[in-house]
């Protein structure tokens, strides 16, 4: 496998609250490579969003990185100044949101957009800016015409698309999605997702894609990593995961899928709910709803570690 | 990737200014048309304002007719002993020794026309002057002639036509023309009130956004600030502000004319004073609308999906404030702009009506209006009603020329 674009060493992320601190990311390590998605699933609040808000340290305040280190290009974004993390953002590192009709400011025309973004990073002249703006929107298979038309203007497809745009207008190393697909019909879902394949291997792109809908994941990355409660779960290759899930979370997640060709009884419900953050259960912090939780898993916490060469996984059950 | 060929030019249809501006209607519907509305009441206004010495018939501050005369009245008649012939219409009076009532319109026509005026208190005594001779004429208001004019039938005749220019609205208690008066009080009117409400937002404005934007430490202080300000009742704190400024802003202006050479009349300093004042009072009342309502925007936006998307593509915090932030503000200013102006001309008559605002000769709807406002249970209606409905218009131009502006540049409730 090529070098890791992006190392993250036990990061941690807290939100001070009234009632007591959550543990919104609890010690993560993980490694996305170049060239690769990485389909980060999980129930919601299960800290995957806040994982996509914590690399571009864009954190909404209480929250805060705690610990950890999170390398980039060699670099530890943690120990950047304000102004080099700004413009680094963007230029290496850019996301796209989960809600596209509400992501484009109403005001500024699709241009505007892409050649803002442009000019923030770079010596360009507006013309230049534009024609890149022109070439990158035909390119995502929106009519060059459509380039100065308002957000108002275009479907909810298209601004998802010119979100992709101003994602790739300068070529960022890693694009972080988040939930790019929740807010889509399934037609326009389909397209999205084919078109983003298509850009991923066109330009090599390295994607870490944040979403709770396996379908999303088995259709597009090429290695999985499961959250549950601030912490890793699993993390495998696509197909071994689905085809061997190794982790009692994950082998619910999988089983809680709808599918067309199960008959009701088959779809399993995960009994319970998902931990109190504040005071999270102690040892294996799934055990409460483990169907096959062991004596020790009340008590210790199962380590994140390689399991099977490639697989890895947070549970007794492996050791 | 065949892009050179790709054309980036927008394609517009191209067509002159004016067809574009009558589209508009087509384009936006209803609220080209209230804009528009709003618009041409404006520059109606404006007009008069800058042709107010063309259009006034009278001087608005001199006494020119009878006190409270009604809304077209004002027309004089003529009236003879019976049988004399050397007068027998208003333009034999040169010369001619007139009885007239003090003060009367009456008075104010024949000295027009030069004859030689002699003023009683009474309107009797003008027709007993007449019987006896002591006049040769006498000139009254049309409307009194026939309530005295059967006492004397035998001995007096009325001659020609009623004569003379009417007053088209009226006249005040102190027999000035109403109409010249709102002509002329437009100005005075319009000069505060922009001023005044573009001090408020110049200030209110810029202070919201940092303070919204910022957030914090400065927001609190800001906040606390402003809001103090806003908890006075803005009457009071125009008058408190008015009354505090009224001679540092005296002091200041004797200098500023004494350094650059110019000098002014007492009553041209009273009345730049009287401007000065006002404008700053009501700035000061007003800026706390600004303020919050731009902060609570402000705060809003930024909260918005595409202000962190802006973030995450590493747009400079200047450029989000900028074009991110500000622009979505626009809209709500442009219509707290618009009230604050019908605002800022009541409060400016309330100032003026203290004595805190223009020195009282100024025509000046508020203080009209004000003074106007105790002779209407004696039933003089007009003297409240005209300026009151200037006030209105003034107020309903901003506003719909505001409101619609907003609507029609937000681009995204316009119909493509």
Same mark, same amino acid.
């Given at each position: ?149 308002? &957000? ?128 999270? &259960? ?19 916490? &199962? &380590? ?16 | 990737? *065949? ?185 005075? =009117? ?10 408020? *937002? ?15 430490? =400065? ?109 979505? =503000? ?87």
């Amino acid at each position: 496998m090529s070098e890791p674009v992006l190392q993250i060493r036990n990061l941690r992320v807290d939100y001070p609250t009234r009632v007591g601190v959550v543990h919104g990311i609890d010690g993560v390590s993980l490694a996305v490579h170049r060239g690769e998605v990485l389909g980060l699933v999980g129930e919601s609040g299960c800290g995957k969003s806040t994982m996509g808000m914590a690399i571009l340290r864009l954190l909404r305040p209480p929250g805060e990185i705690v610990g950890g280190e999170i390398i980039f290009n060699g670099r530890n974004l943690l120990e950047l100044s304000i102004e080099e993390m700004r413009r680094l953002r963007g230029a290496n590192i850019s996301m796209i949101f989960q809600d596209p009709m509400t992501c484009l400011n109403p005001l500024q025309r699709v241009s505007d957009h892409i050649v803002e973004t442009i000019q923030t990073h770079g010596p360009e002249s507006t013309q230049e800016a534009r024609k890149r703006a022109a070439e990158l929107i035909d390119k995502l298979g929106i009519r060059v015409e459509r380039l100065d038309d308002y &957000p108002h203007q275009l479907s909810g497809g298209m601004r998802q698309r010119v979100m992709i745009g101003l994602a790739l207008a300068l070529n960022a190393d890693l694009i972080i999605a988040d939930e790019p697909t929740t807010s889509l019909d399934v037609i326009v879902e389909a397209q999205f997702l084919d078109q983003l394949r298509d850009l991923q291997h066109q330009f090599n792109l390295t994607i870490i894609l944040i979403t709770h809908n396996i379908g999303v994941v088995a259709e597009l990355a090429d290695r999985v990593a499961v959250m549950y409660a601030g912490k890793l779960m699993e993390l495998a290759d696509v197909h071994l995961l689905f085809d061997d899930p190794l982790h009692p979370y994950t082998q619910g997640l999988l089983n809680s899928v709808p599918n067309i060709s199960l008959t009701e009884d088959h779809l399993q419900i995960m009994g319970g709910d998902p931990p109190d953050l504040i005071n999270p &259960p102690p040892g294996c912090k799934f055990h409460p709803r483990c169907p096959r939780a062991i004596d020790r898993c009340q008590f210790e916490e &199962p &380590p994140f570690k390689e399991v099977r060469p490639g697989r890895w996984s947070a549970c007794w059950l492996y050791e | 990737m *065949a892009a050179q060929s790709i054309e980036t030019t927008p394609i517009t249809e191209n067509i002159g200014l004016i067809a574009r501006f009558f589209r508009g209607a087509k384009w936006y519907g209803t609220e080209w048309y209230i804009t528009v509305s709003g618009g041409v009441i404006l520059v109606l206004i404006l007009l008069m304002t800058i042709l107010a010495p063309r259009l006034a018939p009278y001087d608005p501050v001199k006494p020119v007719g009878s006190p409270f005369t009604a809304p077209g009245g004002g027309r004089q008649v003529l009236i003879v002993q019976t049988g004399e012939e050397a007068v027998r219409e208003p333009s034999d009076l040169a010369g001619v020794l007139v009885g007239v009532r003090a003060n009367s319109t009456g008075q104010f026509r024949v000295l027009e026309l030069e004859a030689q005026v002699k003023k009683f208190y009474e309107i009797e005594e003008c027709f007993q002057a007449l019987t006896e001779g002591q006049v040769d004429a006498l000139v009254v208001e049309e409307h009194l002639a026939p309530e005295f004019m059967p006492a004397y039938d035998d001995r007096l005749e009325q001659v020609g036509e009623p004569f003379g220019r009417t007053f088209v609205l009226g006249t005040d208690n102190l027999g000035r023309d109403i109409l010249s008066r709102i002509i002329f009080g437009a100005r005075a =009117v319009l000069l505060v009130a922009v001023l005044s409400a573009s001090f408020s *937002a110049l200030v209110g404005v810029p202070i919201g956004l940092l303070s919204g934007f910022v957030g914090g430490a =400065v927001d609190r202080v800001l906040s606390l600030i402003m809001d103090s300000v806003y908890s006075f009742p803005g009457l009071i704190l125009a008058i408190a502000m008015a009354a505090v400024l009224q001679l540092k802003m005296q002091q200041v202006l004797e200098q500023v004319m004494a350094t650059i050479g110019t000098h002014l009349s007492g009553d041209q300093i009273a009345v730049m004073t009287g401007t000065m004042t006002t404008t700053a009072a009501i700035a000061v009342v007003y800026m706390p609308t600004f303020f919050r309502i731009v902060r609570g925007q402000v705060l809003a936006i930024k909260q918005q999906l595409y202000v962190e998307a802006a973030r995450s593509l590493g747009a400079r915090p200047t450029t989000i404030l900028f074009r991110y932030v500000f622009p979505n =503000v626009i809209a709500s200013m442009v219509v707290i702009f618009s009230v604050n102006i019908a605002d800022a001309i009541l409060t400016e008559a309330g100032l003026s009506f203290i004595g805190l605002g223009l020195p009282p000769p100024t025509p000046d709807w508020g203080y009209d209006i004000s003074k106007g406002r105790q002779f209407l249970p004696a039933g003089q209606w007009w003297l409240v009603t005209f300026p009151g409905l200037m006030i209105i218009l003034v107020a309903l131009g901003f506003s719909m020329f505001g409101e619609g502006l907003s609507e029609i540049l937000n681009p995204r409730l316009t119909e493509s």
